[in-house]
């Protein structure tokens, strides 16, 4: 347990609704991550950040954005969620700078 | 264009049995490895890495080798129990200045059958 919590952890809205998760820690570490997992795609990196107002994209960023305004919080917004959105969505840290990540528990989003 | 890829979607085998999950990665930079597990409505879990300067890494009943000229990683669990049941994701980092950055196959279920 790398003391990461994600919240909300289930969340149903309407496609157009903006959307913003969140991702707390609390051992201030440096770098932190975002990802989707679907069926038949794994995990992927949706965007990460390797500081407090550093971030930058993944993978698949488009139509989303983040925000890191403090060390322990890094925010996942959809600015106007789709279907195509629905997801599970993990947080993940970096402990001691190394490539060894840590998950969240996950949110489970569904856009209807 | 896939750079991790874990070509079996599924693996069951009989409790006691070794368990033999594979995976081939085409990028040339990638030099750290890592296996997670997950289970159902959780997040993944970190389960062992290896370094591109050896060759395998052993924790407990799980063991890890690369094969770097065949760009190919493999995780054995030996013996397998019930509780292994879970998908197994590969990933992969490239060496320096990635910001840690991994890339993830798709997973492969594991059913160990009681």
């Known amino acids: 347990d790398a003391g990461i919590t994600q919240s909300p952890r289930h969340k149903v809205t309407e496609t157009g609704t903006p959307v913003t998760l969140r991702c707390h820690q609390t051992e201030n570490h440096r770098y932190m991550y975002w990802y989707r997992q679907d069926p038949g795609h794994g995990l992927r990196l949706i965007h990460y950040?390797?500081?407090?107002?550093?971030?930058d994209k993944g993978e698949v960023s488009d139509g989303y954005s983040v925000s890191r305004s403090k060390t322990e919080d890094f925010l996942l917004t959809l600015e106007s969620a789709t279907s195509s959105q629905t997801s599970v969505y993990f947080c993940?840290?970096?402990?001691?700078?190394?490539?060894?990540?840590?998950f969240g528990p996950g949110t489970r989003l569904l856009v209807l | 264009d896939q750079q991790v890829k874990q070509n079996s979607p599924s693996l069951s085998v009989q409790e006691g049995r070794i368990s033999i999950l594979n995976c081939d990665y085409t990028?040339?930079?990638?030099?750290?490895f890592l296996w997670y597990k997950k289970y159902p409505a959780e997040g993944p879990t970190f389960l062992i890495s290896?370094?591109?300067?050896?060759d395998k890494n052993e924790d407990g009943r799980f063991t890890v080798f690369l094969n770097k000229s065949a760009k190919h990683l493999s995780l054995h669990i030996v013996p397998s129990q019930p509780g292994d049941s879970a998908v197994y994701f590969c990933?992969?980092?490239?060496?320096?200045?990635?910001?840690?950055?991994?890339?993830f196959g798709k997973g492969t279920l594991l059913t160990v059958n009681p």
């Open positions: 993940a840290i970096s402990v001691r700078d190394q490539e060894t990540q840590y």
């Open positions: 290896i370094s591109s300067i050896k």
């Open positions: 990028n040339s930079m990638f030099d750290y």
């Open positions: 990933a992969a980092s490239p060496s320096g200045g990635s910001n840690y950055k991994l890339t």
């Open positions: 950040s390797y500081g407090v107002k550093d971030t």
